[in-house]
């Protein structure tokens, strides 16, 4: 498994050589948020779709 910097370094080397700073550095947090998005799955760490719609729908009422 890649070290964090070497993913980070990937991420970087991704974009096109005019990238500003300011993109480089929404593509590193989309693909810091994705990894923990990952990590919640694979530790079971989610919620259903019925237990996010009674959620929302109670902001509703």
């Known amino acids: 498994m890649p070290t964090v910097k070497e993913q980070m370094v990937a991420v970087i080397n ?6 500003s700073y ?17 990590e919640d799955s694979r530790q079971q760490r989610i919620i259903s779709n019925e237990d996010i719609e009674q959620r929302i729908n109670s902001w509703q009422h």
């Open 14 to 19: 991704s974009q096109p050589m005019d990238a």
């Open 22 to 38: 300011d993109e480089i550095m929404k593509e590193l947090a989309f693909a810091r948020m994705v990894e923990r998005g990952l």
